[in-house]
C-alpha cells in the first residue's frame, strides 16, 4: 500500500511563493507517475501538474499555471515537489498529491492514478 503525504501549505500572500512537498512511502521509489490536483471552493478537482517517465523525467502543466508552478522530483528523500511561484488569489485550492500503480495514457486525468494524498490547504489573499 503506497501511502502519500504531503506538506508545505499555508498562506501567502499574492505574488509569493510555496512549496508543496509529496513525499511517498510502503514502496520502493521508481518512476511511477505522479501528479497535482486541485480543487477550489465550489469547483471541480483539476489537474495541476504531473511527471512522468519517458526516456527520461517528464513534467506537465495545466495551462493555469504554466510557467508560475515546477514538478520535481526529490529521489533522495523520495518525494515530488511542486515550487508555486508568483501565486494569485486564484490558485487558492485544496492541493491533492496522487500516484499510480501503473502507467496510464491519461496523466490529466484523476481517474489515471490510485493513490492520494490527504490533502493540504493553499490560500493565496489580495
Known amino acids: 500500500q503506497v501511502q502519500l503525504v504531503e506538506s508545505g501549505g499555508g498562506l501567502v500572500q499574492a505574488g509569493g511563493s510555496l512549496r508543496l512537498s509529496c513525499a511517498a512511502s510502503?514502496?520502493?521509489?521508481?518512476?511511477?507517475?505522479m501528479a497535482w490536483f486541485r480543487q477550489a471552493l465550489g469547483k471541480e478537482r483539476e489537474f495541476v501538474a504531473a511527471i512522468v517517465w519517458s526516456g527520461g523525467e517528464v513534467t506537465y502543466y495545466a495551462d493555469s499555471v504554466k510557467g508560475r508552478f515546477t514538478n520535481s522530483r526529490d529521489f533522495a528523500k523520495n518525494t515530488v515537489n511542486l515550487e508555486m511561484n508568483s501565486l494569485k488569489p486564484e490558485d487558492t485550492a485544496v492541493y491533492y498529491c496522487a500516484a499510480a500503480a501503473y502507467r496510464r495514457n491519461s496523466y490529466w486525468r484523476q481517474e489515471s492514478y490510485d493513490y492520494w494524498g490527504q490533502g493540504t490547504q493553499v490560500t493565496v489573499s489580495s
Open positions: 510502503g514502496r520502493t521509489w521508481s518512476n511511477v507517475p
